[in-house]
């Protein structure tokens, strides 16, 4: 990012508009509430989301239940698409891209909003 001041939603916008394929950011609390939520038209699987959020819970749960680092980042492919899972502090975020989309840029994505979302955890 640039010097200058950018709201979170627009990073996130930014950055589906720079990495070709991504579909979806969604950034959720434990309890599944909804923080942010940026998708393109090419994504209408309102059950896939849900899903893959719940997934992205209960895999990080079970991470933490045995004991392994739960600041992570899971990447899959999934039929077409690449599913990128990931949690900081009290957050939760999944992404979703084509699976032509450029991984190596996708997993920087997911520590740069890890980044941010720890520095939003400070500021609250």
Do not use: P, W
Request: zero cysteines; glycine letters at 8%.
């Amino acid at each position: 990012m640039n010097n200058k001041n950018v709201t979170f939603s627009e990073f996130l916008g930014t950055s589906m508009d720079l990495i070709e394929g991504l579909m979806l950011i969604v950034i959720t609390l434990h309890g599944k509430d909804i923080l942010f939520r940026n998708v393109n038209q090419g994504l209408d699987e309102q059950k896939l989301e849900q899903e893959l959020i719940n997934q992205t819970i209960k895999t990080f749960d079970n991470m933490e239940k045995l004991g392994l680092s739960t600041d992570s980042v899971i990447s899959a492919m999934y039929g077409g698409m690449q599913i990128v899972q990931f949690k900081s502090g009290n957050y939760y975020g999944t992404m979703v891209a084509d699976s032509f989309s450029n991984s190596g840029q996708l997993l920087e994505l997911s520590k740069s909003i890890s980044k941010a979302l720890k520095d939003l955890e400070i500021d609250e």
